[in-house]
């Protein structure tokens, strides 16, 4: 049985998921545009433009990429039921949302590829991956990207090396509710009860923590020759590679 969600309930529930990602991340807004700049510079000269966003949550950053490039194919993927609706309600008409757990076998056929991606964007999903699992994607990825393409991995990557110079910005603190809190404190409406229910059922993560120079050592043994980061601000970082 599928969920259903009126367009207010998830307007609102997206709202309030943008804010926690604003309190937590810092500079939110210039990373989700850098991403979006990486994206619309690789995909420029395409004639049918398509992306896919790994973990898209509620389409934020998937909408975002449509809207910048009218006519794009957009897919969003992402496990969670709940998030998938609320997307569904927002954005459904410029983005498709996919119910897929990336990593597990056959994932990329829930996709429907007709031909090469342009790009492959994910904010925060990957490192939630194991490191063995986190290196099958990349191999898949490089399959599903046309000769050219980009894959953007954005989210907190630890430095485990000689530290980088150049263009950074401080991070905001902590915002003082988790995650976990904060879903806890949606559950009173009874409306959205039985989805929270659904939501846990479906929960999976591991966060490894690897660190960025791990991630391009993975990316580089996975068949992208050129792979670095293209903005960083705190622990956060934009790491791009070109297929």
Do not use: K
């Amino acid at each position: 049985m599928g969920m259903h969600l009126d367009h207010e309930t998830a307007r609102e529930w997206i709202a309030g998921w943008d804010r926690r990602h604003e309190r937590e991340a810092a500079c939110r807004e210039e990373r989700l545009t850098v991403i979006a700049d990486v994206v619309g510079r690789v995909t420029a000269s395409a004639p049918r433009p398509s992306a896919v966003d790994l973990g898209s949550g509620s389409g934020t950053l998937a909408a975002r990429l449509a809207e910048r490039t009218p006519g794009m194919d957009v897919i969003a993927v992402d496990g969670d039921p709940l998030l998938l609706e609320l997307g569904r309600q927002r954005h459904g008409a410029s983005v498709r949302f996919v119910a897929a757990v990336i990593g597990r076998d056959g994932w990329t056929r829930a996709l429907g590829l007709d031909r090469p991606l342009d790009a492959a964007v994910s904010t925060g999903a990957l490192q939630h991956l194991s490191e063995p699992v986190l290196f099958g994607v990349y191999e898949e990825l490089h399959r599903l990207l046309r000769p050219g393409g980009v894959l953007v991995n954005a989210g907190p990557l630890p430095l485990r090396g000689p530290r980088l110079t150049g263009r950074r910005r401080t991070a905001r603190p902590a915002d003082e509710e988790d995650w976990s809190s904060w879903w806890a404190a949606q559950a009173w409406e009874a409306r959205r009860a039985s989805m929270l229910e659904r939501r846990e059922l479906s929960a999976d993560g591991m966060g490894t923590g690897l660190g960025i120079d791990r991630h391009i050592e993975l990316l580089r043994r996975a068949g992208f020759p050129h792979a670095g980061p293209v903005w960083r601000a705190g622990r956060g970082y934009v790491l791009a590679a070109l297929r």
